[in-house]
């Protein structure tokens, strides 16, 4: 599931200046939503093991797992408008280290701006890969 990790994760994984308790809550509430999605979304074994794999998943069911993990973080609603993502876990990056924070929000914005793909399944792959993209922009790409 290491691949379902949500946007704003997404940029802090590497960063020391994040407590290893803060990471640790946000990896414990990937899984728990991750396990829960698998169960709605019913991702083939190859999505399964694309996901163990830190690679992406392999059908469209696959990418509803991701759809429905932002669902939960608030990332993304179910109308396809942009959530706000977990503001209290954000409360708590800006607390410990704020450029990291605005670098966070700065990538979300953007991406937030660029992808627009009508089906929301591929909008949350679409979604993740743009954070990809922005976050080598902002040097905080160690993750992949």
């Known amino acids: ?7 704003v994760c997404v940029f ?14 946000a990896k414990s ?3 728990e939503y991750g396990l829960q999605c698998v169960e709605t979304e019913k991702p083939t074994d190859a999505d399964i093991e694309a996901f163990m794999n830190k690679q992406p998943p392999k059908t469209h ?12 973080f608030d990332i993304m609603h179910p109308d396809g408008t ?13 607390a410990e280290d704020e450029d990291i924070y605005n670098k966070i929000q700065e990538a979300y914005e953007v991406c ?5 793909t009508e089906d929301l399944c591929e909008r949350a792959f679409d979604l993740v890969e743009c954070g990809k993209e922005e976050s080598k922009k902002r040097e905080l790409d160690e993750y992949f």
Request: net charge positive; charged share 20%.
């Open 82 to 94: 942009y959530g706000e993502g977990n503001v209290e876990w954000l409360n708590k990056v800006k």
């Open 12 to 25: 802090v994984y590497t960063n020391a200046s994040i407590s290893q308790g803060l990471l640790d809550q």
């Open 61 to 72: 069911a696959g990418k509803c797992v991701m759809r429905c993990v932002f669902e939960k």
């Open 112 to 116: 937030q701006e660029q992808v627009k």
């Open 1 to 7: 599931m290491n691949f379902l990790i949500i946007f």
């Open 29 to 31: 509430k990937i899984q």
